[in-house]
């Protein structure tokens, strides 16, 4: 038993790791759940709690209780001596002494609506990156899809019936994006509630275009349950055609083999 206490050990993470790994994820996410932060370190709560308190109390890290749609969270967020700690150990002593402070995020008013979702995607994010997933990418610290003020050529297999010279109006941006497995880049939307079908319409163009150009493989949108998965995706294969500057488009039925759908339980599984 000794012995196997022993090799366990051996495998353990120490404080400054889980430290080290925290503040890294931070320094990307800016904020996480205490519940969150456990599955990151794959530890428990009470061991998650003994490293956090001496980082709020060195002030690498602030505490906030944030109140959310039908409750509150705690949720952590990296300060500026966090992110000079964590640069510190990443960069030479002459980098370092350039290192402009950057703010902490948990200062700002966050809305009690975005709290849960962005939550989600973290989660997402989490199981994705040990899965083998990488360049994890979030809508609100990446950049948007480059959708060019062009449209596809009348001879695509979108094809538009008059005026292939329309301007795009719109954009999305997707919630997350990122590389799969198999090297596939893919747009990840997290949904926790139904939008309107012409809102749909309106992604579904963005999203085909991109497609079509080669930003990137696929997108998958990812529901708490089977319901929601169930009626999205009736409802967005339902759409036949979206609108481009006035111009109706009919939508390949094969397009929507580049769609996934899926439930949080079924994500990169």
Known sequence: MNTLNSQFQLFKPSRSDLELQM????????WASDVNLCVLLQISRRTLLGVLRPMVVAKTIKSVLQKIMGGTVQLFGITSLGHKQLFRTQTTPSEFAQLVPKPNPLTAR???????HRLDIQLLRIRAERAGWTNWVNADTGQKINLEASVLSSN??????SNTNAQIQSEHR???WCTNPLGKRVCIECERTIKSKPRYATILCDYLLALKRGDFDGVIWVCPDLDLRD????LITS????????LSVLIPRNRFEQF???TFEQWVT
């Open 23 to 30: 503040l890294s994820f931070l320094a990307q996410e800016s």
């Open 110 to 116: 966050i809305s009690p609506t975005f709290i849960p």
């Open 156 to 161: 695509s297999r979108l094809n538009l019936r």
């Open 174 to 176: 997707p919630d997350a």
């Open 231 to 234: 009626r999205l995706d009736n």
């Open 239 to 246: 759409i036949t055609h979206v609108q481009i500057s006035g």
């Open 260 to 262: 996934e759908f899926k």
